[in-house]
């Protein structure tokens, strides 16, 4: 069936405050889950799921959720991946400023802009998931779907 998620992948290491102020709501630990529970499209509401290193940080959590991008020296990619709808969202942001947009729907790109940084011709899951490597800077032999995430409850402060 594939994958429907969404989430970010930033490089650079935010204290908690500043991913609660770019997710427009507070949050606390709830357990720690694997790769495919956090992928699962069957996902509980309101849950955000993270794994962190000390160079990057890759988040998942509800299609619905939005992003609030504050002003900060982080390079983060935001990503929607519908494969039930067949719709693919990416947007790029550095320094503060949005860099990349593209909106990919049915296999046609339906918006695009800024310097292109995603072939849509490419699987859009592979590209996160090869971002989120390289901005985790994970060693060899490590890799995303063996890491234990952190599944977060947002509290509904925003």
């Given amino acids: 069936m594939g994958y429907n998620i969404a989430g970010l992948v930033i490089k650079g290491t935010p204290t908690q405050e500043t991913l609660e102020a770019i997710l427009g709501d507070k949050y606390v630990f ?4 694997d790769f495919e529970e956090a992928s699962s499209s ?8 993270v794994l962190q290193t000390g160079s990057g940080v ?21 990503f929607i991946i519908s494969d039930v ?27 695009a802009s800024g310097e292109a940084i995603f072939d849509p011709e490419d699987a859009l899951e592979d590209f996160v998931f090869h971002q989120a490597a390289q901005y985790l800077e994970l060693s060899e032999g490590e890799n995303i779907w063996d890491a234990t995430f952190i599944r977060n409850r947002y509290l509904g402060e925003s």
């Fill in 85 to 111: 709808s067949d719709t693919y969202y990416l947007d790029k942001y550095e320094q503060g400023e949005l860099v990349s947009h593209m909106v990919i729907s049915e296999g046609e790109i339906a918006e």
């Fill in 30 to 33: 709830e357990k720690e889950i």
């Fill in 42 to 49: 069957q996902r509980p509401k309101e849950r955000l799921d």
């Fill in 58 to 78: 890759f988040l998942l959590f509800d299609l619905m959720d939005g992003i609030h991008p504050p002003p900060t020296d982080l390079e983060i990619i935001h």
